[in-house]
């Protein structure tokens, strides 16, 4: 079984400063996705950046990137030039790429914008 | 991105009475979806994923019996909490999958009393 490891519970960042968020995860499969979510406090889940474990490429969108280390299984996000509506619980997430879809969370992390 | 709707976004109900809670896939069809419970400060855990046209397969610990899942078509899963009891209170989000990222209701949540 796949599992997903957020070991920050909380993270704090002065407002328009970089902050990165971890993720480890294991799993014995080759292919799969890496998402990460936010939930900010209306708790409507939503999705921040999504990466295919095939690609090399990190993935990027607009302030959000991505760390991807396949070979130690490590999924980092990193927030530019943070907002104060960036403050919310980030998840990271696993799915499979074949077969079951559901996805893995682990447990958050809270981040907190300093204005 | 796609849109999932979840209605209600809050509900209370007694004690010993029944909840449902609905989840539609507005611009997309939905062969699976899925039903989580959110405990506050935590993070989601997975009940079941309701499969169109069949059984709903259920996580291990998770009362089949108490929390009944309907996908009767393919935009609309129901979750059913039978004979509430303040325990069940709870967030509980919906998601569906549009491939390749899954999309989350807005949750309900649910205070027996």
């Known amino acids: 079984a796949q599992t997903v490891t957020q070991s920050q519970p909380e993270m704090s960042v002065q407002e328009a400063e970089t902050v990165t968020l971890s993720c480890t995860y294991d799993?014995?499969?080759?292919?799969?996705?890496l998402f990460w979510y936010k939930q900010p406090p209306s708790r409507q889940m939503i999705l921040v950046i999504r990466q295919e474990a095939y690609k090399q490429q990190n993935a990027t969108e607009n302030r959000f990137s991505v760390n991807f280390q396949k070979a130690a299984k490590s999924f980092s996000l990193k927030i530019s030039d943070s907002q104060l509506g960036d403050a919310a619980m980030y998840f990271c997430?696993?799915?499979?790429?074949?077969?079951?879809?559901?996805?893995?969370f682990g447990t958050g992390t809270r981040l907190t914008i300093i204005p | 991105g796609a849109v999932v709707s979840q209605h209600p976004s809050r509900v209370i109900c007694k004690s010993g009475t029944s909840v449902k809670i609905e989840c539609r896939s507005l611009?997309?069809?939905?062969?699976?979806m899925f039903w989580y419970r959110q405990f506050p400060k935590q993070s989601l855990m997975l009940m079941a994923t309701s499969n169109e046209g069949s059984k709903a397969t259920y996580e291990q610990g998770v009362e089949k019996d108490k929390f009944l899942i309907n996908h009767a078509s393919l935009t609309l899963s129901t979750l059913t909490v039978t004979s509430a009891h303040p325990e069940d209170s709870s967030f509980y989000i919906c998601?569906?999958?549009?491939?390749?990222?899954?999309?989350f209701g807005q949750g309900t949540r649910l205070t027996v009393v």
């Open positions: 997430a696993y799915r499979s790429y074949f077969g079951n879809e559901k996805l893995t």
């Open positions: 799993t014995s499969e080759s292919d799969y996705y």
């Open positions: 611009d997309f069809q939905a062969t699976t």
């Open positions: 998601s569906a999958r549009d491939h390749p990222e899954a999309f």
